[in-house]
Nanobody, 119 residues
Framework: QVQLVESGGGLVQAGGSLRLSCTTS????????MAWSRQAPGKEREFVAV????????NYADSVKGRFTISRDNAKNTVYLQMNSLKPEDTAVYYC????????????WGQGTQVTVSS
């Protein structure tokens, strides 16, 4: 069982930046692909970014490409989401997840962290 804990959310003005962190328990973090998703009020959860076990293959939703960067530190069992040039439409609860591959990085989920971007 893998437990994931997100942190770093908060309130920021449009154009600002935040960095989310997701720390996992256990000794197998490096064997999991990791992803970030988000869910805005009244909307379905949507994919944001995913990264492979080695960190060499990040992939992003078109809506965040060029503004968000996913990275990982296997020594710290942590995956990050650096969010720059934030927009009000980025407001959502952000979730990290883990899985066996970049095509299925959704076996385990964190509890989410709220990001609110004011205009």
């Amino acid at each position: 069982q893998v437990q994931l804990v997100e942190s770093g959310g908060g309130l920021v003005q449009a154009g600002g930046s935040l960095r989310l962190s997701c720390t996992t328990s256990g000794r197998t973090f490096s064997s999991y692909a990791m992803a970030w998703s988000r869910q805005a009020p009244g909307k379905e959860r949507e994919f944001v970014a995913v990264i492979s076990t080695s960190g060499a293959r990040p992939n992003y939703a078109d809506s965040v490409k060029g503004r968000f960067t996913i990275s990982r530190d296997n020594a710290k069992n942590t995956v990050y989401l650096q969010m720059n040039s934030l927009k009000p439409e980025d407001t959502a609860v952000y979730y990290c997840s883990a899985g066996s591959s970049i095509y299925k990085a959704n076996d385990y989920w964190g509890q989410g962290t709220q990001v609110t971007v004011s205009s």
